[in-house]
């Protein structure tokens, strides 16, 4: 499925807010008549977007035309939100624990984009995209990302191993692309911002592995806004398809 963000106060049920697992849900349980609770592949936050993404739920036994309830699920839900296909998966299978890799894509722009209003960030400066790529090549090198990491939140580890981190130039908007096992809460927003320091002069190589190493989130760059994020590919294995 896809959904654009915008509208949404996350994927995450919250009591009186709109979100995506709520819209899914109570869509979910009219067209099989019963409570349907499903389980997303990541919690995206307020206003980020998904254009690959993963969600599990169980039903009762029951014969389900899997063709006919993807169109049917579609009818009910908004037009801001898209379920590509159904199909059944093995009965201990999980949308989110047996995710091997996510990419992430965060677009920004210096220009004024009337047609791409919502899906990306405006920047005032133009980035030095080789120092980006030299700084994101950097964040290779490292597993603990602390300093990206919002603070107070219940994990275990703040570990993350990165196969990927490149600024490429699409059009109009440069756009930074990012893969790993797992993520932190607000950690691809926060490197973005940091990379954007970088590519604006403000901040050093050096610096950046500084940032880093101290382990303080403090220290490293603003957080983006959330309408240039997007949640654009989740990875399974091949075992997880019944």
Same mark, same amino acid.
């Given at each position: 499925? &896809?959904y654009?963000?915008?509208?949404?106060?996350?994927? %995450?049920?919250?009591?009186g807010?709109?979100t995506? %697992?709520?819209?899914?849900e109570?869509a979910?349980?009219?067209?099989?008549?019963?409570?349907i609770? +499903?389980?997303g592949?990541g919690?995206?936050?307020?206003? +980020?977007?998904?254009?690959d993404?993963?969600?599990?739920?169980?039903?009762?036994? %029951?014969?389900?035309?899997? /063709?006919? *309830?993807?169109?049917? *699920?579609?009818?009910?839900?908004? $037009?801001?939100?898209a379920?590509?296909?159904?199909?059944?998966?093995?009965?201990?299978?999980h &949308?989110?624990?047996? &995710?091997?890799?996510?990419?992430?894509?965060?677009?920004?722009? !210096?220009?004024?984009?009337?047609? #791409?209003?919502? *899906?990306?960030?405006?920047?005032?400066?133009?980035?030095?995209?080789?120092?980006?790529?030299?700084a994101?090549?950097?964040?290779?090198?490292?597993?603990?990302f602390?300093?990206?990491?919002?603070?107070?939140? $219940?994990?275990?580890?703040n570990?993350?191993?990165?196969?990927?981190?490149?600024?490429t130039?699409?059009? !109009?908007?440069?756009?930074?692309t990012?893969r790993?096992?797992?993520? *932190?809460?607000?950690?691809v927003?926060?490197? /973005?911002? =940091? @990379? @954007?320091?970088v590519?604006?002069?403000?901040?050093s190589?050096?610096? @950046? #592995?500084?940032?880093?190493?101290?382990?303080? #989130?403090?220290?490293a760059?603003?957080?983006?806004p959330? %309408?240039?994020?997007?949640?654009c590919?989740?990875?399974?294995?091949? =075992?997880?398809?019944?």
């Amino acid at each position: 499925m &896809a959904y654009n963000g915008a509208a949404y106060c996350g994927w %995450q049920t919250q009591p009186g807010l709109p979100t995506v %697992q709520e819209t899914l849900e109570q869509a979910l349980s009219t067209l099989l008549r019963q409570k349907i609770a +499903v389980v997303g592949c990541g919690r995206t936050d307020t206003g +980020v977007h998904a254009s690959d993404y993963y969600a599990h739920f169980d039903v009762e036994e %029951q014969e389900v035309d899997t /063709t006919q *309830l993807t169109f049917k *699920l579609n009818s009910f839900l908004p $037009q801001d939100i898209a379920v590509f296909g159904i199909t059944a998966v093995a009965a201990n299978a999980h &949308a989110r624990f047996d &995710a091997t890799a996510r990419t992430y894509q965060y677009h920004v722009s !210096d220009h004024r984009l009337p047609f #791409r209003q919502g *899906l990306y960030s405006r920047i005032y400066f133009e980035p030095d995209i080789e120092r980006m790529n030299e700084a994101a090549a950097v964040l290779m090198q490292y597993e603990d990302f602390t300093s990206f990491a919002k603070l107070h939140t $219940q994990v275990k580890t703040n570990i993350c191993h990165l196969s990927h981190a490149q600024w490429t130039r699409e059009g !109009d908007e440069w756009v930074f692309t990012i893969r790993s096992n797992r993520f *932190l809460r607000n950690m691809v927003r926060s490197v /973005t911002g =940091t @990379l @954007l320091d970088v590519g604006r002069g403000k901040l050093s190589i050096d610096g @950046l #592995r500084q940032i880093i190493e101290c382990k303080d #989130r403090c220290a490293a760059g603003v957080s983006m806004p959330p %309408q240039g994020l997007f949640l654009c590919k989740v990875e399974y294995p091949e =075992t997880t398809i019944k």
